[in-house]
């Protein structure tokens, strides 16, 4: 493959005074074959504005209803012309090496998607960690643990358009979680550990800002979801309880830090009755003190 063309799908919400450093990372880059594909999610400040300042003709701009994450990323897959598509967050950073180093990867490996390394940076610039180096146990640990960056992820077009993100509201902020799951019971996800994008740490990330009871809704949704799925059950059959137990110790944790104590242990009791061993983990124990 002499020449791979990527489809950059970047979707927004309220992030005029974010995105603009977001955009000239992307423009930044020593790859030069892409587009840039702004998703603006129903914004309600002046994005359209911001977007529109950049003269360069490979920003596409689409501004659509509110519809979450999952629908204004699924909007951008039916526009995009890419071989592989990169969806990358309205607040996040690449760095210049990003999409050559993505090319260089394909053209050796040619994977049905693949994903590279991340750091996490404070809004200041400065690299807080790196992320975790990925192994050929990523399949089995991904089930337990988000570890991927949308950042990071590359999937090639005719994978994605088979496998469009699930676009039902309750699930946001794990819609990328389910697909990963479901993605990677049907291809090998390959890896290349080189960091070529940064994670940005701000008070505004909606993962800080998530209550317990939409925690709840969401996972039992992803659990209802995986279970559903052949591929899915067929990979993780002697695991999954395990990952249901470990939801649920998780919304013991979120109800334990709002005093919520009858439904802590309810949760508790559930776990354990679906999980016996959850019973020795540090979630769920540090739970159960914070609840006595």
Known sequence: MESVFFSIIIPTYNRAHLIAKTLNSVLNQTYSNFEIIVVDDGSKDNT?????????????????????????????VHKAKGDYINFFDSDDLMYPHHLQTAFQFIQTKKPSWFHLGYDFKDVDDKVIKNFESFDDSIDKKIIFDNRLSCNGVFIRKDV?????????????????????IRLIAQ???????????????????SLFIIPADKV??????????LQSNLSVQKLYQNQFNKFIAERYSFFMLCLSEQKRKREVFSWAYRAFKIYPPILFTKRYLASIKNSL
Do not use: C
């Not at 359209?48 to 204004?72: C, H, L, M, P, W």
């Not at 709840?216 to 979801?225: G, H, K, S, V």
């Open 48 to 76: 359209q504005e911001v977007v529109a300042s950049f003269t360069d003709k490979r920003i596409y701009y689409y501004k659509k209803e509110n519809g979450e994450r999952a629908a204004a990323r699924n909007f951008g």
């Open 216 to 225: 709840i809704a969401r996972d039992e949704l992803l659990i209802q979801l």
């Open 187 to 205: 291809y090998p996800l390959l890896f290349d550990n080189t960091i070529t994008s940064s994670v940005v740490n701000h008070d505004a990330r």
């Open 160 to 180: 994605m358009d088979q496998n469009l993100f699930h676009e039902n509201r309750i699930l946001a902020s794990s819609e990328d979680w389910e697909l990963w």
